[in-house]
């Protein structure tokens, strides 16, 4: 929220039988009531009843399906907000890291939860991507010594991919400039140390990479809200 920061549901844990909904696994909507609840609640709090001129930005993973995309759309258009930005959350990672990483190429390293996601981006824009079904969670089970080499292999296997299918030198340049890293894998020392060593490169962490995307989500809204005429007959700032 402009002004406000960083919003959560109000009551978590408020699932089915006391239990905690998770509606979002493998950046997927999987559970569209339990989704469409957490949203409301976090709309209320946020927005109030009247959303009239409102305006919410959705991040998603950058290989999400379209089906996905309008799943997630669709559930924020039902909450009467006016508007709906939709971007990936490899472009929102590049909005956090600042404007000079905006113009020559860009790879943004994701290394959550239940996914890993590794994206080219040129100009700003998505080139190439890459993504695997597993994350950080998915690896408790192992020797901690291990994860570093296991994630590192996942990455380096994507990069290479990617490397193959490169055609203007673009990976070359990104990998120069050193990737940003995100995601809660990335606050892992031996990760990223591991990373740096099986690349040959610097790699850089995005500030707190936990929430960097939802950060750049926020100052693209910013830049939305910013630009935005006040609507006829409305005085203040447009939420």
């Known amino acids: 929220m402009p002004g406000r920061g960083l919003l959560p549901d109000p009551l978590p844990g408020s699932g089915p039988h006391g239990g905690t909904e998770r509606p979002v696994r493998r950046g997927r909507i999987v559970d569209p009531d339990s989704c469409g609840r957490l949203l409301g609640r976090i709309a209320d709090a946020a927005l109030g009843p009247d959303r009239s001129d409102s305006v919410i930005v959705l991040s998603h993973p950058v290989l999400a399906g379209a089906e996905h995309r309008a799943a997630a759309r669709a559930l924020l258009t039902g909450l009467g907000t006016t508007r709906v930005l939709v971007l990936s959350s490899a472009r929102a990672a590049a909005a956090d890291a600042g404007p000079s990483e905006t113009g020559g190429p860009l790879l943004v390293v994701d290394l959550g939860a239940e996914l890993t996601e590794v994206t080219l981006l040129v100009g700003g824009l998505v080139s190439d991507a890459r993504q695997a ?22 990455v380096l296997d994507m990069i290479t991919s990617m490397w193959r299918h490169d055609r203007h030198g673009a990976v070359r340049g990104a990998l120069r400039k050193g990737p940003v890293l995100a995601g809660g894998g990335a606050l892992r020392p031996d990760v990223t140390d591991h990373l740096a060593g099986r690349l040959g490169t610097r790699v850089r962490l995005a500030d707190d990479p936990a929430t960097t995307v939802v950060r750049g989500a926020g100052q693209i809204l910013s830049a939305v809200l910013r630009d935005r005429p006040t609507p006829p007959g409305r005085s203040g700032r447009p939420r």
């Open 133 to 154: 079904e597993s994350g950080v969670d998915d690896l408790d089970g192992l020797d901690p010594a291990a994860l570093p080499s296991v994630l590192g292999r996942t």
